[in-house]
């Protein structure tokens, strides 16, 4: 499974990005996706996660009411749209795959359960 993530950028406090990952290989539509987040010095933690038919969501506490996560199945692709970004939300963003459908509330956000990583886009907020 490979997934490329694209849509990292510059922006303002305050303002919104829309990240995407595009899984292609031996895809599996109904695998447990989460996006993380790895800012320099710090370790890479779990910012959200959905389900394998994109029914159940998880977030961390940080993002809660900010960032919004969702996946297209037909298209092979994961989404996380992020508003109001503040500069603490600077990071490189990764995409992540686990071969489960479900993601689990106790383990959702940890990164030794993903199988499958991309390599990153940077969001930086100023």
């Known amino acids: 499974v490979q997934l490329v993530e694209s849509g990292g950028g510059s922006v303002q406090a305050g303002g919104s990005l829309r990240l995407s990952c595009a899984a292609s290989?031996?895809?599996?539509?109904?695998?447990?996706m989460g996006w993380f987040r790895q800012a320099p010095g710090k370790e890479r933690e779990g910012v959200a996660a959905?389900?394998?038919?994109?029914?159940?969501?998880y977030y961390a506490d940080f993002v809660k009411g900010r960032f919004t996560i969702s996946r297209d199945n037909a298209k092979n692709a994961l989404y996380l749209q992020m508003n109001s970004l503040k500069p603490e939300d600077t990071a490189m963003y990764y995409c992540a795959a686990r071969a489960l459908y479900h993601c689990y509330s106790a383990s959702w956000n940890g990164r030794g359960n993903y199988a499958y990583w991309g390599q990153g886009t940077q969001v930086t907020v100023s």
């Open positions: 959905v389900s394998g038919g994109g029914g159940t969501t």
């Open positions: 290989g031996d895809t599996d539509s109904s695998y447990c």
